[in-house]
Protein backbone atom coordinates (compact mmCIF):
# COMPACT_ATOMS: atom_id res chain seq x y z
CA UNK A 1 0.00 0.00 0.00
CA UNK A 2 2.84 2.37 0.47
CA UNK A 3 4.57 2.19 -3.05
CA UNK A 4 1.64 1.95 -4.30
CA UNK A 5 0.42 5.64 -2.49
CA UNK A 6 4.16 6.43 -3.59
CA UNK A 7 3.80 5.73 -6.70
CA UNK A 8 0.96 7.88 -7.42
CA UNK A 9 2.72 11.17 -6.33
CA UNK A 10 5.32 10.49 -8.34
CA UNK A 11 2.96 10.88 -11.22
CA UNK A 12 2.43 14.08 -13.41
CA UNK A 13 -0.82 15.27 -13.82
CA UNK A 14 -0.84 16.08 -17.14
CA UNK A 15 0.60 12.76 -18.67
CA UNK A 16 -0.19 10.74 -16.02
CA UNK A 17 3.33 9.18 -16.13
CA UNK A 18 6.18 8.53 -13.80
CA UNK A 19 7.85 12.33 -13.91
CA UNK A 20 10.12 13.10 -16.55
CA UNK A 21 12.58 16.34 -15.63
CA UNK A 22 10.18 17.52 -13.22
CA UNK A 23 9.91 21.46 -12.52
CA UNK A 24 7.84 23.25 -10.05
CA UNK A 25 5.91 26.60 -10.26
CA UNK A 26 5.47 28.83 -7.74
CA UNK A 27 1.93 27.56 -6.93
CA UNK A 28 3.86 24.42 -5.49
CA UNK A 29 2.55 22.08 -8.02
CA UNK A 30 5.07 19.58 -10.08
CA UNK A 31 5.06 18.91 -13.99
CA UNK A 32 7.10 17.10 -16.46
CA UNK A 33 8.99 19.76 -18.04
CA UNK A 34 7.79 19.18 -21.92
CA UNK A 35 4.29 18.63 -20.18
CA UNK A 36 3.79 21.80 -18.51
CA UNK A 37 5.33 23.87 -21.29
CA UNK A 38 2.74 22.18 -23.83
CA UNK A 39 -0.04 23.26 -21.60
CA UNK A 40 1.24 27.24 -21.62
CA UNK A 41 2.02 26.66 -25.45
CA UNK A 42 -1.46 25.95 -25.97
CA UNK A 43 -2.87 29.52 -23.38
CA UNK A 44 -0.53 31.59 -25.16
CA UNK A 45 -3.20 32.63 -27.78
CA UNK A 46 -5.35 33.59 -24.98
CA UNK A 47 -2.97 35.51 -23.15
CA UNK A 48 -4.12 33.70 -19.88
CA UNK A 49 -1.68 31.46 -17.85
CA UNK A 50 -2.88 29.39 -15.20
CA UNK A 51 -1.97 25.65 -13.16
CA UNK A 52 -3.84 23.04 -14.81
CA UNK A 53 -4.14 21.65 -11.20
CA UNK A 54 -5.20 24.48 -8.71
CA UNK A 55 -5.93 26.89 -11.91
CA UNK A 56 -4.06 29.92 -10.07
CA UNK A 57 -3.67 32.44 -12.17
CA UNK A 58 -0.35 34.06 -13.51
CA UNK A 59 -0.07 37.59 -15.43
CA UNK A 60 2.91 36.44 -17.45
CA UNK A 61 3.86 32.85 -18.33
CA UNK A 62 5.42 31.15 -15.60
CA UNK A 63 9.07 30.09 -16.05
CA UNK A 64 9.29 27.22 -13.40
CA UNK A 65 12.18 26.19 -12.07
CA UNK A 66 13.53 22.30 -11.72
CA UNK A 67 13.06 20.18 -8.56
CA UNK A 68 16.15 18.17 -8.07
CA UNK A 69 14.77 16.36 -5.65
CA UNK A 70 11.71 15.13 -6.87
CA UNK A 71 13.63 14.18 -9.99
CA UNK A 72 16.23 12.21 -7.62
CA UNK A 73 13.58 10.18 -6.02
CA UNK A 74 11.87 9.30 -8.99
CA UNK A 75 15.10 7.91 -10.49
CA UNK A 76 15.47 5.79 -7.22
CA UNK A 77 12.22 4.86 -7.67
CA UNK A 78 12.55 3.87 -11.41
CA UNK A 79 15.71 2.13 -10.54
CA UNK A 80 13.89 -0.49 -8.05
CA UNK A 81 13.34 -3.27 -9.54
CA UNK A 82 9.39 -4.47 -9.68
CA UNK A 83 7.82 -7.12 -7.16
CA UNK A 84 7.03 -9.66 -9.20
CA UNK A 85 4.17 -10.51 -6.94
CA UNK A 86 2.68 -7.38 -7.51
CA UNK A 87 3.19 -7.25 -10.99
CA UNK A 88 2.55 -10.77 -12.09
CA UNK A 89 5.74 -10.50 -14.25
CA UNK A 90 9.08 -12.04 -14.36
CA UNK A 91 12.27 -12.91 -16.25
CA UNK A 92 11.61 -14.94 -18.88
CA UNK A 93 14.88 -16.86 -18.65
CA UNK A 94 15.38 -17.05 -15.19
CA UNK A 95 12.92 -20.39 -14.91
CA UNK A 96 14.52 -21.78 -11.48
CA UNK A 97 13.32 -18.67 -9.92
CA UNK A 98 11.16 -15.77 -10.29
CA UNK A 99 13.45 -13.07 -10.83
CA UNK A 100 11.76 -9.35 -11.19
CA UNK A 101 12.18 -7.81 -14.56
CA UNK A 102 13.75 -4.50 -15.31
CA UNK A 103 12.75 -4.13 -18.87
CA UNK A 104 10.71 -6.30 -21.74
CA UNK A 105 12.11 -6.54 -25.76
CA UNK A 106 9.24 -6.03 -27.64
CA UNK A 107 10.88 -8.06 -30.84
CA UNK A 108 11.53 -11.14 -28.72
CA UNK A 109 7.89 -10.79 -26.49
CA UNK A 110 10.33 -11.86 -23.43
CA UNK A 111 10.78 -9.89 -20.07
CA UNK A 112 14.83 -9.18 -18.87
CA UNK A 113 16.08 -8.75 -15.54
CA UNK A 114 19.25 -7.46 -14.81
CA UNK A 115 21.70 -9.67 -15.56
CA UNK A 116 20.08 -10.82 -18.49
CA UNK A 117 19.50 -7.76 -19.95
CA UNK A 118 23.53 -7.22 -19.93
CA UNK A 119 23.71 -9.81 -22.62
CA UNK A 120 20.84 -9.09 -24.40
CA UNK A 121 20.94 -8.04 -28.04
CA UNK A 122 21.34 -3.74 -28.60
CA UNK A 123 20.94 -3.81 -32.19
CA UNK A 124 18.03 -0.99 -32.53
CA UNK A 125 14.95 -4.04 -33.93
CA UNK A 126 15.37 -5.21 -30.25
CA UNK A 127 13.25 -2.17 -28.33
CA UNK A 128 13.03 -2.14 -24.94
CA UNK A 129 10.49 -0.97 -22.83
CA UNK A 130 9.22 -1.06 -19.28
CA UNK A 131 7.84 -4.26 -17.90
CA UNK A 132 4.87 -5.73 -19.70
CA UNK A 133 2.77 -8.68 -19.87
CA UNK A 134 1.36 -8.26 -23.32
CA UNK A 135 4.09 -7.16 -25.71
CA UNK A 136 2.19 -8.16 -28.12
CA UNK A 137 -0.37 -5.62 -28.01
CA UNK A 138 2.45 -3.05 -28.86
CA UNK A 139 3.18 -4.47 -32.14
CA UNK A 140 1.35 -3.66 -35.71
CA UNK A 141 -1.19 -6.69 -36.33
CA UNK A 142 -0.51 -6.63 -39.93
CA UNK A 143 3.27 -6.46 -39.82
CA UNK A 144 4.31 -7.58 -36.96
CA UNK A 145 6.57 -4.70 -36.08
CA UNK A 146 6.69 -2.77 -33.62
CA UNK A 147 4.00 0.49 -32.88
CA UNK A 148 6.38 3.53 -33.29
CA UNK A 149 3.98 6.13 -34.75
CA UNK A 150 0.57 7.86 -34.50
CA UNK A 151 -1.58 8.13 -37.56
CA UNK A 152 -3.15 11.79 -37.49
CA UNK A 153 -6.13 11.20 -40.20
CA UNK A 154 -7.25 7.70 -39.02
CA UNK A 155 -6.32 8.42 -35.58
CA UNK A 156 -4.49 5.01 -35.10
CA UNK A 157 -1.04 3.88 -33.94
CA UNK A 158 1.12 2.38 -36.47
CA UNK A 159 4.33 0.80 -37.44
CA UNK A 160 7.10 2.69 -39.31
CA UNK A 161 6.05 0.05 -43.04
CA UNK A 162 2.43 1.32 -42.60
CA UNK A 163 3.64 4.68 -42.87
CA UNK A 164 5.68 4.03 -46.19
CA UNK A 165 2.91 1.92 -47.77
CA UNK A 166 -0.90 0.72 -47.50
CA UNK A 167 -3.56 2.43 -46.44
CA UNK A 168 -1.81 4.88 -43.95
CA UNK A 169 0.83 6.07 -46.75
CA UNK A 170 0.81 9.94 -47.27
CA UNK A 171 -0.58 10.86 -44.07
CA UNK A 172 0.19 13.14 -41.30
CA UNK A 173 2.11 10.94 -38.49
CA UNK A 174 3.58 11.82 -35.36
CA UNK A 175 5.65 9.70 -32.76
CA UNK A 176 3.74 7.95 -30.07
CA UNK A 177 5.65 10.25 -27.78
CA UNK A 178 3.92 13.57 -29.21
CA UNK A 179 1.08 12.08 -30.37
CA UNK A 180 0.30 10.98 -26.22
CA UNK A 181 1.70 14.68 -24.94
CA UNK A 182 -0.90 16.39 -27.64
CA UNK A 183 -3.53 14.24 -26.37
CA UNK A 184 -2.83 14.29 -22.98
CA UNK A 185 -2.98 18.26 -22.90
CA UNK A 186 -6.42 18.22 -24.51
CA UNK A 187 -7.78 15.78 -22.12
CA UNK A 188 -6.04 17.96 -19.31
CA UNK A 189 -7.96 20.99 -20.72
CA UNK A 190 -11.38 18.99 -20.95
CA UNK A 191 -10.40 18.00 -17.55
CA UNK A 192 -10.37 22.29 -16.33
CA UNK A 193 -13.95 22.71 -17.91
CA UNK A 194 -15.00 19.54 -16.32
CA UNK A 195 -13.70 20.52 -12.92
CA UNK A 196 -15.04 24.15 -13.32
CA UNK A 197 -18.50 22.34 -14.34
CA UNK A 198 -18.32 20.33 -11.22
CA UNK A 199 -17.48 22.52 -8.79
CA UNK A 200 -20.63 24.59 -10.08
CA UNK A 201 -22.72 21.66 -9.66
CA UNK A 202 -21.58 20.81 -6.12
CA UNK A 203 -22.15 24.34 -5.58
CA UNK A 204 -26.24 24.06 -6.78
CA UNK A 205 -26.16 21.39 -4.75
CA UNK A 206 -24.71 22.55 -1.66
CA UNK A 207 -27.27 25.40 -2.27
CA UNK A 208 -29.78 23.30 -2.25
CA UNK A 209 -28.96 21.29 0.46
CA UNK A 210 -28.15 24.46 3.11
CA UNK A 211 -32.12 25.24 1.15
CA UNK A 212 -33.36 21.69 2.21
CA UNK A 213 -31.56 22.38 5.79
CA UNK A 214 -33.47 25.41 5.52
CA UNK A 215 -36.75 23.95 5.33
CA UNK A 216 -36.27 20.97 7.11
CA UNK A 217 -35.28 23.32 10.12
CA UNK A 218 -38.17 24.98 10.27
CA UNK A 219 -40.84 22.34 9.39
CA UNK A 220 -39.16 20.92 12.41
CA UNK A 221 -39.38 23.89 14.26
CA UNK A 222 -43.05 24.49 13.67
CA UNK A 223 -43.76 20.90 13.94
CA UNK A 224 -42.51 21.33 17.75
CA UNK A 225 -44.48 24.55 17.65
CA UNK A 226 -48.01 22.88 16.82
CA UNK A 227 -47.22 19.50 18.88
CA UNK A 228 -47.00 21.72 21.63
CA UNK A 229 -49.61 24.07 20.48
CA UNK A 230 -52.25 21.08 20.61
CA UNK A 231 -50.67 19.62 23.42
CA UNK A 232 -51.73 22.69 25.32
CA UNK A 233 -55.04 22.75 23.30
CA UNK A 234 -55.96 19.11 24.36
CA UNK A 235 -55.51 20.26 28.21
CA UNK A 236 -56.97 23.60 28.01
CA UNK A 237 -60.09 21.46 26.66
CA UNK A 238 -59.84 18.59 29.13
CA UNK A 239 -59.49 20.98 31.88
CA UNK A 240 -62.58 22.93 30.25
CA UNK A 241 -64.23 19.63 30.33
CA UNK A 242 -63.83 19.20 33.89
CA UNK A 243 -64.79 22.56 34.59
CA UNK A 244 -68.17 21.93 33.01
CA UNK A 245 -69.03 18.72 34.06
CA UNK A 246 -68.13 19.78 37.72
CA UNK A 247 -71.06 22.54 37.36
CA UNK A 248 -73.20 19.89 36.25
CA UNK A 249 -72.49 17.63 38.56
CA UNK A 250 -72.67 20.47 41.66
CA UNK A 251 -76.37 21.42 40.29
CA UNK A 252 -76.52 17.65 40.37
CA UNK A 253 -75.75 16.77 44.12
CA UNK A 254 -77.37 19.99 44.88
CA UNK A 255 -80.66 18.29 43.68
CA UNK A 256 -80.43 14.70 43.88
CA UNK A 257 -80.01 13.81 47.74
CA UNK A 258 -83.00 15.70 48.75
CA UNK A 259 -85.57 14.20 45.83
CA UNK A 260 -83.72 10.65 46.72
CA UNK A 261 -84.97 10.97 50.64
CA UNK A 262 -88.20 12.37 50.12
CA UNK A 263 -88.78 9.51 47.54
CA UNK A 264 -87.78 6.63 49.93
CA UNK A 265 -89.73 8.21 52.61
CA UNK A 266 -93.12 7.98 50.08
CA UNK A 267 -92.13 4.63 49.37
CA UNK A 268 -92.09 3.39 53.03
CA UNK A 269 -95.25 5.41 53.53
CA UNK A 270 -96.24 3.43 50.19
CA UNK A 271 -95.60 0.00 51.62
CA UNK A 272 -97.41 0.69 54.92
CA UNK A 273 -100.50 1.93 53.00
CA UNK A 274 -99.95 -1.57 51.35
CA UNK A 275 -99.76 -3.82 54.02
CA UNK A 276 -102.84 -2.09 55.37
CA UNK A 277 -105.02 -2.09 52.07
CA UNK A 278 -103.98 -5.89 51.56
CA UNK A 279 -105.35 -6.33 55.59
CA UNK A 280 -108.51 -4.93 54.95
CA UNK A 281 -109.09 -6.77 51.65
CA UNK A 282 -108.43 -10.45 53.78
CA UNK A 283 -111.17 -9.03 56.55
CA UNK A 284 -113.83 -8.40 53.42
CA UNK A 285 -113.84 -11.99 52.31
CA UNK A 286 -114.02 -13.38 55.95
CA UNK A 287 -117.73 -14.51 55.66
CA UNK A 288 -117.76 -15.02 59.39
CA UNK A 289 -119.45 -11.60 60.94
CA UNK A 290 -118.45 -12.32 64.44
CA UNK A 291 -114.54 -12.73 63.19
CA UNK A 292 -114.58 -9.37 61.47
CA UNK A 293 -116.40 -7.88 64.56
CA UNK A 294 -114.35 -8.98 66.79
CA UNK A 295 -111.13 -7.63 64.59
CA UNK A 296 -109.29 -4.97 66.83
CA UNK A 297 -108.98 -1.45 65.50
CA UNK A 298 -111.10 -1.99 62.77
CA UNK A 299 -111.77 1.82 62.37
CA UNK A 300 -108.21 2.63 62.14
CA UNK A 301 -107.83 -0.25 59.33
CA UNK A 302 -110.46 1.13 57.12
CA UNK A 303 -109.74 4.97 57.50
CA UNK A 304 -107.38 6.09 54.61
CA UNK A 305 -104.18 8.56 55.61
CA UNK A 306 -105.01 12.19 56.91
CA UNK A 307 -105.50 14.71 54.22
CA UNK A 308 -103.10 17.28 56.47
CA UNK A 309 -100.50 14.09 55.92
CA UNK A 310 -100.91 14.68 51.88
CA UNK A 311 -100.40 18.31 52.05
CA UNK A 312 -97.15 17.74 53.75
CA UNK A 313 -96.14 15.25 50.83
CA UNK A 314 -97.29 17.81 48.10
CA UNK A 315 -96.08 20.75 49.71
CA UNK A 316 -92.66 18.78 50.10
CA UNK A 317 -92.99 17.34 46.19
CA UNK A 318 -93.71 21.09 45.01
CA UNK A 319 -90.53 22.81 47.31
CA UNK A 320 -88.34 20.56 45.46
CA UNK A 321 -89.14 20.86 41.87
CA UNK A 322 -90.04 24.57 42.37
CA UNK A 323 -87.69 26.09 45.06
CA UNK A 324 -84.80 24.10 43.71
CA UNK A 325 -85.74 23.69 40.02
CA UNK A 326 -84.37 21.60 37.11
CA UNK A 327 -80.48 21.57 36.00
CA UNK A 328 -79.31 24.76 35.11
CA UNK A 329 -77.87 23.79 31.88
CA UNK A 330 -77.09 27.52 30.58
CA UNK A 331 -74.77 28.48 33.50
CA UNK A 332 -73.05 24.99 31.97
CA UNK A 333 -73.46 26.40 28.63
CA UNK A 334 -71.95 29.67 29.42
CA UNK A 335 -68.83 28.46 31.27
CA UNK A 336 -68.10 26.11 28.33
CA UNK A 337 -68.71 28.95 25.81
CA UNK A 338 -66.58 31.63 27.65
CA UNK A 339 -64.01 28.80 27.98
CA UNK A 340 -64.07 27.62 24.36
CA UNK A 341 -64.00 31.77 23.97
CA UNK A 342 -60.75 32.03 25.67
CA UNK A 343 -58.97 29.03 24.05
CA UNK A 344 -59.83 30.47 20.78
CA UNK A 345 -58.52 33.92 21.60
CA UNK A 346 -55.11 32.45 23.18
CA UNK A 347 -54.75 30.12 20.33
CA UNK A 348 -54.84 33.33 17.79
CA UNK A 349 -52.56 35.06 20.12
CA UNK A 350 -50.10 32.17 20.14
CA UNK A 351 -50.30 31.71 16.60
CA UNK A 352 -51.05 35.06 15.27
CA UNK A 353 -54.49 33.96 14.07
CA UNK A 354 -56.01 33.31 11.27
CA UNK A 355 -56.25 37.33 9.85
CA UNK A 356 -52.53 38.19 11.38
CA UNK A 357 -49.76 37.43 9.15
CA UNK A 358 -46.95 39.15 11.46
CA UNK A 359 -46.31 40.69 14.38
CA UNK A 360 -46.59 44.96 14.27
CA UNK A 361 -43.42 46.77 13.38
CA UNK A 362 -43.85 49.20 16.08
CA UNK A 363 -41.22 51.96 16.75
CA UNK A 364 -40.76 53.75 19.77
CA UNK A 365 -41.57 57.31 19.90
CA UNK A 366 -39.45 59.89 21.46
CA UNK A 367 -41.56 62.43 21.41
CA UNK A 368 -43.74 60.54 24.74
CA UNK A 369 -40.29 59.32 26.47
CA UNK A 370 -39.75 60.49 29.85
CA UNK A 371 -36.17 62.73 29.68
CA UNK A 372 -34.10 59.61 31.94
CA UNK A 373 -35.37 56.92 29.26
CA UNK A 374 -32.82 56.24 27.02
CA UNK A 375 -33.90 55.62 23.41
CA UNK A 376 -31.63 53.01 21.03
CA UNK A 377 -30.79 54.37 17.62
CA UNK A 378 -32.94 52.07 15.90
CA UNK A 379 -35.95 53.05 18.17
CA UNK A 380 -36.52 49.39 19.55
CA UNK A 381 -34.59 49.40 22.99
CA UNK A 382 -35.72 51.18 25.79
CA UNK A 383 -33.10 51.40 28.81
CA UNK A 384 -33.61 53.69 32.08
CA UNK A 385 -30.88 56.48 32.02
CA UNK A 386 -28.75 57.90 35.05
CA UNK A 387 -28.77 61.18 33.16
CA UNK A 388 -31.44 63.05 31.76
CA UNK A 389 -31.77 63.34 27.85
CA UNK A 390 -32.15 66.94 26.07
CA UNK A 391 -35.43 66.95 25.13
CA UNK A 392 -37.48 69.65 24.47
CA UNK A 393 -41.14 69.66 26.50
CA UNK A 394 -44.01 68.82 24.96
CA UNK A 395 -47.63 67.81 26.19
CA UNK A 396 -46.92 64.22 25.53
CA UNK A 397 -43.99 63.56 27.39
CA UNK A 398 -44.10 61.46 30.44
CA UNK A 399 -42.69 63.34 33.34
CA UNK A 400 -43.57 60.95 36.22
CA UNK A 401 -42.55 57.54 35.64
CA UNK A 402 -39.89 55.96 33.22
CA UNK A 403 -42.51 55.16 29.80
CA UNK A 404 -42.59 55.65 26.33
CA UNK A 405 -45.34 55.08 23.71
CA UNK A 406 -44.87 53.20 20.73
CA UNK A 407 -45.87 55.28 17.08
CA UNK A 408 -48.46 52.90 15.68
CA UNK A 409 -52.18 53.35 16.57
CA UNK A 410 -54.07 50.81 16.67
CA UNK A 411 -58.26 51.75 16.04
CA UNK A 412 -59.42 48.52 15.14
CA UNK A 413 -58.75 44.92 14.07
CA UNK A 414 -56.56 41.71 15.15
CA UNK A 415 -53.20 43.16 16.17
CA UNK A 416 -49.46 41.31 18.19
CA UNK A 417 -46.38 42.86 18.88
CA UNK A 418 -43.51 41.34 21.55
CA UNK A 419 -40.54 42.60 23.93
CA UNK A 420 -37.30 41.39 24.97
CA UNK A 421 -37.91 41.20 28.92
CA UNK A 422 -34.91 38.80 29.39
CA UNK A 423 -32.03 41.34 30.46
CA UNK A 424 -34.45 43.38 32.93
CA UNK A 425 -36.59 42.00 36.12
CA UNK A 426 -38.68 45.27 36.81
CA UNK A 427 -41.06 46.76 34.00
CA UNK A 428 -44.22 47.34 32.40
CA UNK A 429 -45.35 46.78 29.23
CA UNK A 430 -49.07 47.43 27.86
CA UNK A 431 -51.31 49.23 25.83
CA UNK A 432 -53.37 52.76 26.76
CA UNK A 433 -55.33 55.28 25.33
CA UNK A 434 -54.05 58.71 24.23
CA UNK A 435 -55.59 60.34 26.67
CA UNK A 436 -53.55 58.79 29.47
CA UNK A 437 -52.04 61.03 31.41
CA UNK A 438 -48.37 61.87 31.36
CA UNK A 439 -48.14 63.29 34.90
CA UNK A 440 -49.05 62.75 38.04
CA UNK A 441 -49.54 59.17 40.43
CA UNK A 442 -52.31 58.25 37.69
CA UNK A 443 -50.05 58.08 34.65
CA UNK A 444 -48.17 54.85 35.85
CA UNK A 445 -49.58 52.40 33.64
CA UNK A 446 -52.15 49.76 34.71
CA UNK A 447 -52.77 53.02 37.71
CA UNK A 448 -55.88 54.07 35.97
CA UNK A 449 -58.98 53.13 33.88
CA UNK A 450 -56.81 54.38 30.25
CA UNK A 451 -54.29 51.83 30.38
CA UNK A 452 -53.78 47.71 31.00
CA UNK A 453 -50.44 46.32 31.92
CA UNK A 454 -48.36 43.43 32.87
CA UNK A 455 -45.72 44.17 35.64
CA UNK A 456 -42.85 42.16 36.93
CA UNK A 457 -41.04 43.52 40.27
CA UNK A 458 -38.24 41.23 41.17
CA UNK A 459 -39.59 37.94 40.87
CA UNK A 460 -43.07 38.61 41.04
CA UNK A 461 -45.33 39.41 38.32
CA UNK A 462 -48.97 40.73 38.23
CA UNK A 463 -51.47 42.50 35.65
CA UNK A 464 -53.02 45.45 36.52
CA UNK A 465 -56.18 47.92 35.39
CA UNK A 466 -57.54 50.96 36.80
CA UNK A 467 -55.30 50.21 39.96
CA UNK A 468 -56.70 47.07 40.65
CA UNK A 469 -53.71 44.48 40.41
CA UNK A 470 -54.07 40.60 40.36
CA UNK A 471 -50.95 38.75 41.13
CA UNK A 472 -49.52 35.85 38.98
CA UNK A 473 -47.40 32.80 39.11
CA UNK A 474 -43.86 33.68 40.31
CA UNK A 475 -41.17 32.74 38.12
CA UNK A 476 -42.75 32.52 35.06
CA UNK A 477 -40.46 31.20 32.35
CA UNK A 478 -39.73 33.09 29.15
CA UNK A 479 -37.46 35.66 27.72
CA UNK A 480 -40.43 37.21 25.86
CA UNK A 481 -43.57 38.84 26.66
CA UNK A 482 -46.31 39.27 23.37
CA UNK A 483 -48.78 41.13 23.68
CA UNK A 484 -52.51 40.35 21.93
CA UNK A 485 -55.17 42.75 21.28
CA UNK A 486 -58.49 41.96 19.36
CA UNK A 487 -60.15 45.75 19.40
CA UNK A 488 -63.70 44.49 18.13
CA UNK A 489 -63.84 42.10 20.77
CA UNK A 490 -62.74 44.14 23.73
CA UNK A 491 -59.60 41.69 24.61
CA UNK A 492 -56.00 43.15 25.74
CA UNK A 493 -54.35 39.72 26.14
CA UNK A 494 -50.49 39.06 27.48
CA UNK A 495 -48.10 35.37 26.70
CA UNK A 496 -44.54 34.82 27.69
CA UNK A 497 -43.34 33.21 24.28
CA UNK A 498 -40.87 30.62 24.75
CA UNK A 499 -42.54 28.15 25.40
CA UNK A 500 -46.01 30.19 24.93
CA UNK A 501 -48.00 30.59 28.22
CA UNK A 502 -50.76 32.39 27.99
CA UNK A 503 -50.77 34.65 31.54
CA UNK A 504 -54.06 37.23 31.57
CA UNK A 505 -57.28 38.36 29.50
CA UNK A 506 -58.54 41.96 30.18
CA UNK A 507 -61.98 42.89 28.51
CA UNK A 508 -63.47 45.96 27.79
CA UNK A 509 -64.94 48.05 25.51
CA UNK A 510 -63.11 50.16 23.62
CA UNK A 511 -63.45 54.02 23.29
CA UNK A 512 -60.22 55.68 21.92
CA UNK A 513 -57.55 54.05 20.05
CA UNK A 514 -54.81 51.86 21.59
CA UNK A 515 -51.28 52.75 21.54
CA UNK A 516 -48.26 50.21 22.87
CA UNK A 517 -46.92 51.61 26.37
CA UNK A 518 -43.45 50.86 27.73
CA UNK A 519 -41.87 51.65 31.33
CA UNK A 520 -38.33 50.10 32.72
CA UNK A 521 -36.56 50.39 35.85
CA UNK A 522 -34.01 48.54 35.23
CA UNK A 523 -31.28 47.77 32.33
CA UNK A 524 -33.28 47.49 29.31
CA UNK A 525 -36.06 46.46 27.07
CA UNK A 526 -36.37 45.55 23.27
CA UNK A 527 -39.14 45.55 20.91
CA UNK A 528 -39.24 42.25 18.48
Known sequence: MASSDLRAELDCSICLNIYTDPVM???????????????????????????????????????????ITLRNITQRFLSAPPDPEKTGISCTYCIHSSVPPVKSCLLCEASLCDDHLRVHSRSPEHVLCDPTTTPENRKCSVHKKILEYYCTKDS??????CSLTGEHRGHKVETLQEASIKKKIK????????????????????????????????????????????????????????????????????????????????????????????????????????????????????????????????????????????????????????????????IIGVTGGIYIQKAVDILLDEDTAHTN??????????????????????????????????????????????????KSNNWRIGMCYDSLLRDGGDSLIGCNDASWGLVRRGKEYSVVHDNGYIELPANIPGARVRVYLDYEAGQISFYMCDPIRHLHTFTATFTEPLYAVLGVWHSFISLS
Open 25 to 67: LKCGHNFCLVCIDRVFDTQEGSGDYSCPQCRVEFQERPSPFRN
Open 156 to 161: ACICFT
Open 373 to 422: VSISYDRKTVSRSGRGQYRPYTSGRFSNYYQVLGNQIFPSGRHYWEVDVQ
Open 187 to 346: MIINLQKWIIKREKTEEIVRSLQEYRGRVQGKADGKVESVTALFRDLRRRLEDLEKRVLGEISRQTEWILPAVDELIQQLELKTEKLSRKMRHIKQLCAVTDPLTVLQEPDTGDLCDTEDEDDDDDDRERHDQLLYDRGDLDLSVATNMFRTGLSDIITG
